[in-house]
Structure formats: structure tokens, C-alpha cells
């Protein structure tokens, strides 16, 4: 299993620019999330979805997209970046358990620079 | 604002000995879990005690949670040059099923030779 891949792992991107951090997991996991890592600031929720055609805002969901038209796919959209934007971002999936405790398996990240 | 906060920040030790972190949180939760970040990599899930659980086991990893406190401590016996990291203390913040979840600042663990 490939669990959850992130693509791209590196990007520069100049202010004003638009991109897509994809996302894919193949554990059919029903839910998704995005986070951001800042230094010192721990990794932050910006959009999460519990299945297919489902999302919702997180902590830091500003300036961010996304959309999950399969169960395997969450991409993040950036449609106008700015420099607050550079971080590393993360994906990750987890099943629905019977006991609603969600284990989640995690991307190994794409970093973000935005110029 | 993030529900855990964690301390210390940073831990310097010696391979052999034993490190203790510790979280905090806010609200309310069902479970909370501690994750490994190795550096440049994603996180990786170590373990999750319910809030019904004081204490829980896994090899080297002892951790334990007192929900009246609202805090959990993450105990490494034993330590390895390869547990350096940083440690993350992540819980559901009450929301059940969702797979949503909030993390603290984290702890930076350093293990010397």
C-alpha cells in the first residue's frame, strides 16, 4: 500500500500565483484533512472532509479550496497565493471506526514557498 | 486556537535515560492521541488512550491522561539516539467521529549518544 501520497513535495510559487496540492490515499479512508506546519506553531486544521461531496473549514481555512469528488482524492486549492502561505502542508486520511476514535495516517508533506 | 499546549518546548538527554512530556488541553474529549515527527517527515501515530483510560502501555511508551486536569504526560524509558524527534499530542476536542483533529505545538526531543 502506498497510503496517502502528496505531490508536489517542493514548490515556489510567486504572489498571486494559483496552485493544487494533490492528495491520494488508497486505504479508502472516509475522512481527509489538510494541515499546515509553521514553526512553533504545531500543525494547524485548514479543511477537512468525513466522505465524498462532504468538507468543512478547520481552524486556518482562509486563502484555501477543496473539493473531494472520490474518496480517494482531496486537493488543496490555492487560488491567490500570498507569502503567508508558505509552510509545510500536510494530508492525512483515517477510517470511520465503530468508537469514533480516528487514528490518522499522514503524507510525508509538500513545502510550500511563496515568493 | 489549538486545543493542546505542550511542555517543555525542547528536551536535551542522554541515550539511557527517561523523557517526560507533557500536554494540556481545553475542552472536553473522547480520546486523545501522541504522534512521532522525525525530521522533514510526516507525523506517525505512537498511541491513543480514551478518556475513560488513566494509563496506557506500548513498549517503551507510557502514557497517561487525567481528564479532571485536563492533561497528559507521554513518558519514553530507556531512550534511543533514534527517538530523537518531535512529539505531538493531538485530541478530537469532543467532535467524535470525524477524523478532525487538533494538535498542540509539539515537543522537541533531543537523545544524545
Known amino acids: 500500500n502506498a497510503g496517502v501520497t502528496q505531490t508536489p513535495k517542493f514548490q515556489v510559487l510567486k504572489t498571486g500565483q494559483s496552485m493544487t496540492l494533490q492528495c491520494a490515499q488508497d486505504m479508502n479512508h472516509e475522512y481527509m484533512s489538510w494541515y499546515r506546519q509553521d514553526p512553533g506553531m504545531g500543525l494547524r486544521l485548514i479543511h477537512y472532509s468525513v466522505g465524498a461531496g462532504i468538507t468543512d473549514q478547520g481552524e486556518v481555512p482562509n486563502g484555501y479550496n477543496v473539493s473531494r469528488s472520490t474518496t480517494e482524492d482531496f486537493p488543496l486549492r490555492l487560488l491567490s497565493a500570498a507569502p503567508s502561505q508558505t509552510s509545510v502542508y500536510f494530508c492525512?486520511?483515517?477510517?470511520?471506526?465503530?468508537?469514533?476514535?480516528?487514528?490518522?495516517?499522514f503524507g510525508a508533506g509538500s513545502r510550500l514557498t511563496v515568493l | 486556537s489549538q486545543q493542546g499546549e505542550e511542555d517543555p518546548q525542547a528536551l536535551s538527554i542522554q541515550e539511557g535515560e527517561n523523557a517526560t512530556m507533557n500536554c494540556s488541553y481545553k475542552?472536553?474529549?473522547?480520546?486523545l492521541q501522541w504522534y512521532r515527527q522525525n525530521s522533514g517527515r510526516g507525523l506517525v501515530h505512537l498511541i491513543l488512550?480514551?478518556?475513560?483510560?488513566r494509563e496506557k502501555h506500548s513498549g517503551r511508551l507510557r502514557v497517561t491522561l487525567d481528564t479532571s486536569k485536563k492533561s497528559s504526560s507521554l513518558l519514553i524509558t530507556a531512550s534511543r539516539a533514534a527517538d530523537t524527534a518531535s512529539y505531538f499530542c493531538a485530541t478530537d476536542a469532543g467532535s467524535g467521529n470525524t477524523g478532525k483533529l487538533i494538535f498542540g505545538q509539539g515537543t522537541t526531543l533531543q537523545v544524545k549518544p
Open positions: 488512550i480514551r478518556s475513560n483510560e
Open positions: 492525512a486520511s483515517s477510517p470511520r471506526t465503530a468508537s469514533g476514535a480516528n487514528v490518522l495516517t
Open positions: 475542552t472536553s474529549i473522547n480520546n
